[in-house]
């Protein structure tokens, strides 16, 4: 769920800013660190 919510606002915060729909879902999606290894 936590996962769920910070796309979603990544989402609307980057619509906000002027992203369109197909480009705010690629930050929304690139800010979760899809693919990143994990620091720990």
């Known amino acids: 769920m936590q996962i769920d919510f910070h796309h979603a606002a990544t989402y609307v915060i980057a619509r906000y800013a002027g992203f369109g729909h ?9 800010a979760q660190g899809a693919g990143l290894p994990s620091l720990q």
């Not at 197909?22 to 690139?30: D, L, P, Q, R, T």
């Open 22 to 30: 197909h480009e705010a879902g690629i930050v929304a999606y690139c």
